[in-house]
Antibody, heavy 120, light 107 residues
Framework: EVQLVQSGAEVRKPGESLRISCKGS????????INWVRQMPGKGLEWMGR????????DYSPSFQGHVTISADKSISTAYLQWSSLKASDTAMYYC?????????????WGQGTLVTVSS | DIQMTQSPSSLSASVGDRVTITCRAS??????LNWYQQKPGKAPKLLIY???SLQSGVPSRFSGSGSGTDFTLTINSLQPEDYATYYC?????????FGQGTKVEIK
């Protein structure tokens, strides 16, 4: 069974750093890109970026480029989303999602989400 | 960026109704259009990919159509478990973008 399991909820202060994780299982982790999607409270879905776990090539949305870093450790089938300096506006639910194939390019499996709260 | 516009933003429907949600892209995206369902407190779930292909395990009352800039998600005979928010998403080019969502509520 394909599963993406994300790390638990986090509370941080503005200016702090944070890394959340997404562990894949039940499939070949290096075969499928992992994406990160933001959902701010009461709002819609925003694609942040993606990583190819086989070589760690990344592709970011311009809206998020420079503010977050996506990485992966294929040896433990885990992708990461990282901030070096959080803002209150980073408060949101963050989902990882697997890109199905290069042909269809849909998000066929999703993690359960990680709630990040940034507050002083 | 390609803008995706859904309509309506919300609708009320009764069990058994036929529901249609539309999604318009700001430029042609051929058939690179996916639909997701999201229930409160849950991750989105893929329903339709490549405009009209039903994801495995999704009930056949869900269907998708369209190409170019105009797309439709149809739910035939709405069921209680279908009350949720639905999002379209283009995968024609990055940055991949979603519509703003359509909330389907109980009438």
């Amino acid at each position: 069974e394909v599963q993406l399991v994300q790390s638990g909820a986090e509370v941080r202060k503005p200016g702090e750093s944070l890394r959340i994780s997404c562990k894949g299982s039940g499939y070949s982790f290096t075969t499928y890109w992992i994406n990160w999607v933001r959902q701010m409270p009461g709002k819609g879905l925003e694609w942040m970026g993606r990583i190819d776990p086989s070589d760690s090539y990344t592709d970011y949305s311009p809206s998020f480029q420079g503010h977050v870093t996506i990485s992966a450790d294929k040896s433990i089938s885990t992708a990461y989303l990282q901030w070096s300096s959080l803002k209150a506006s980073d408060t949101a639910m963050y989902y990882c999602a697997r890109l199905s194939t290069a042909a269809d390019m849909d998000f066929d499996y999703w993690g359960q989400g990680t709630l990040v709260t940034v507050s002083s | 960026d390609i803008q995706m516009t859904q309509s309506p933003s919300s609708l009320s429907a009764s069990v058994g109704d036929r529901v249609t949600i539309t999604c318009r892209a700001s430029q042609s995206i051929r058939r690179y259009l996916n639909w997701y369902q999201q229930k409160p407190g849950k991750a989105p779930k893929l329903l339709i990919y490549a405009a009209s292909s039903l994801q495995s395990g999704v009930p056949s009352r869900f269907s998708g159509s369209g190409s170019g800039t105009d797309f439709t998600l149809t739910i035939n005979s709405l069921q209680p478990e279908d009350y949720a928010t639905y999002y379209c998403q283009q995968s024609f080019n990055t940055p991949w973008t979603f519509g703003q969502g359509t909330k389907v509520e109980i009438k």
